[in-house]
């Protein structure tokens, strides 16, 4: 459009950016009904009602319903420095769903740290989220979808797993995997990329497992039952160097994505924690280990405390290399999530989330475990676990309180998604002990080719093997 033309319709114009400013977060298909909201806007004086069509109508009622609902803003930055470049991380914000009470958003953050090439790490990176969303029945309100994430998650990373070793690459991947839902957490992780949480309230929670070998024994009891061996490296006279590994293949986690190499008793089955935590916010911090090699999570909080997310990823990857020194691909994600808006009219709506965020950051955090314990007991909904299961078991992985068809789409594989014609399916609690529920035939179930990888997972497809274990 000319100058001449938009002097002629700076009116119309003004009417429209306003338009646009207000639902710039809250409408993603804004662009493609542009031409509707201008006629809008040039006739709403005189027949509004006439020319704006029942869809655009309903749609910008559910946009506002979710805005009004809306009471929470995600604020991230990432940093890195790369030595071998096999880091790589995933960050989708405020992605729309519609479910069944209107519409939602979430925010997705994903570590991926490779070894032995960074194969396995990109293809988890392009992959893994919608192998998870696919994994989600449809149809579901906005609590049924939270509550069906921690078996979708798990069922996403082992198809993601089984997908990447029919290409038949040697690398492998640690992962973790966060989704915010409204003032949920729901974290997924294999390896040792670690995710910890500091509520504005205070204190620190670990929302990741750490699958190294050296400090997990009960990833030690798993794997040298299902056939592998765990030992350190032998340089030869008995003198034995370095962390303890798993053999063959010599790999220091016990769970990863990828590492076809290895064995199958390096599982792909992730542990998951789910929190709720208050509506005064919090701050996440996702590293990979050359972080938390060189720092422990209290000098991670510590050391970014009072700055801003922007400010923070960049200043803890500079105190981890201070500390130790470039070794290892170093990679921090941050995270606040804050309110919306917070009076008091004392300082400006926009800078207030940051203004609490800040008070609460800067207030003393005590470490002692018996004072943690009682400011839980004092404040009991500061940070509320909703869901915590690290088992390398998909029959109870897949167990579930609510109805199937909530948690997992009926006449479907519960990890691959291909369609079971009845009958065919095979119960994940196949071969399960028995404990009287639930029973072999109930479902959800697998299909033949994911019943294979779960034998495989637990050492039941390598029997000559698994008489040598330790069981």
Not at 59 to 78: F, G, I, M, P, T
Not at 243 to 265: A, K, N, Q, T, Y
Not at 320 to 339: E, F, H, M, N, Y
Not at 359 to 384: C, G, H, N, T
Request: aromatic share 6%; glycine share 8%; charged share 25%.
């Amino acid at each position: 459009m000319s100058s001449r033309n938009e002097r002629q319709h700076q009116h119309q114009h003004q009417n429209q950016h306003q338009h646009q400013h207000q639902h710039q977060h809250q409408h993603q298909h804004q662009h493609q009904h542009q031409h509707q909201h201008q006629n809008q806007h040039q006739h709403q004086n005189q027949h509004q009602h006439h020319t704006v069509p029942l869809a655009v109508l309903l749609k910008r009622e559910l946009a506002n319903e979710k805005v009004e609902k809306s009471d929470l803003v995600v604020v991230y930055s990432q940093a890195s420095e790369n030595k071998k470049g096999e880091d790589f991380t995933l960050i989708k914000t405020e992605r729309q769903r519609v479910v069944a009470d209107g519409v939602s958003t979430y925010s997705v953050f994903g570590l991926f740290d490779g070894h032995n090439g960074s194969a396995a790490a990109v293809y988890t990176k392009e992959n893994l989220l919608n192998n998870v969303l696919s994994a989600i029945p449809p149809d579901l309100n906005r609590d049924e979808w939270v509550a069906a994430l921690p078996r979708a998650l798990v069922a996403g990373f082992v198809k993601t797993d089984k997908d990447f070793q029919q290409k038949a690459k040697t690398s492998g991947t640690t992962v973790t995997f966060v989704i915010i839902e409204g003032w949920v957490i729901t974290v997924a992780s294999v390896g040792d990329s670690r995710c910890i949480l500091e509520p504005s309230e205070g204190g620190i929670h670990y929302l990741s497992a750490d699958h190294r070998l050296d400090t997990n024994e009960e990833e030690r009891a798993r794997i040298t039952s299902s056939g592998g061996e765990v030992g350190r490296l032998n340089t030869g006279g008995g003198a034995e160097v370095g962390p303890l590994r798993c053999w063959p293949g010599g790999l220091c986690l016990s769970r990863s994505i990828g590492d076809m190499d290895v064995g199958e008793f390096i599982v792909p089955v992730p542990y998951v924690k789910q929190v709720k935590i208050s509506t005064s916010g919090g701050r996440l911090i996702i590293c990979s280990d050359g972080v938390w090699d060189a720092l422990s999570a209290e000098a991670v909080l510590d050391c970014c405390r009072g700055m801003s997310a922007e400010a923070a990823a960049p200043h803890i990857v500079k105190e981890s290399l201070q500390a130790k020194g470039l070794r290892d691909d170093t990679t921090c994600i941050v995270v606040d999530i804050l309110p919306q808006e917070k009076p008091p009219t004392s300082a400006p709506t926009q800078k207030r989330p940051v203004k609490g965020m800040l008070k609460a950051i800067f207030r003393k955090k005590s470490s002692e475990p018996s004072s943690y314990i009682e400011k839980e007991y004092v404040e009991p909904d500061m940070v509320r676990e909703l869901y915590e299961e690290g088992s390398a078991m998909l029959s109870e992985r897949f167990e579930t309180k609510y109805p199937l068809c909530n948690m997992f789409k009926l006449f479907m594989c519960a990890v691959c998604q291909v369609e079971i014609k009845p009958g065919e399916g095979i119960s994940v609690h196949e071969g399960a002990p028995n404990q009287g529920k639930p029973r072999p035939w109930d479902g959800p179930f697998l299909c033949s080719s994911c019943q294979e990888k779960k034998e495989a997972m637990e050492g039941k497809r390598t029997s000559d093997r698994h008489s040598r274990g330790s069981d």
